[in-house]
């Protein structure tokens, strides 16, 4: 079983900065990729930004130059760093991992950029 735990979320005036991190801990041997989604009640999971396995990062076009994915493989930790936020980030931001095929969620961590 594997677990993942977010933090990080809170509350932060537009053009601030917040990083999100999200550690796995469990029965893990490598990640196929680890990602941030969001998901509002009633609407399908929207990515926010994945890293791949080899390194690889995909960003959805309204974060691009503005959120950075990047992973500590020894900590089994991904982080999300978000800088110049607006109030349309507003969300709650849910981990993601996907390890031998099977995928992990983590309970979300909320993200309040007031105007």
């Known amino acids: 079983q594997v677990h993942l735990v977010e933090s990080g979320g809170g509350l932060v005036q537009a053009g601030g900065s917040l990083r999100l991190s999200c550690a796995a801990s469990?029965?893990?041997?490598?990640?196929?990729?680890m990602g941030w989604y969001l998901q509002a009640p009633g609407k399908q999971r929207e990515l926010v930004a994945e890293i791949l396995s080899g390194g690889t990062t995909t960003y959805v076009d309204s974060v691009k130059g503005r959120f950075t994915i990047s992973r500590d493989s020894a900590k089994n930790t991904v982080y999300l760093q978000m800088n110049s936020l607006k109030p349309e980030d507003t969300d709650v931001y849910y981990c993601?991992?996907?390890?031998?095929?099977?995928?992990?969620w983590g309970q979300g961590t909320q993200v309040t950029v007031s105007s």
């Open positions: 469990g029965s893990i041997r490598r990640f196929d990729a």
């Open positions: 993601a991992a996907v390890i031998g095929g099977h995928d992990y």
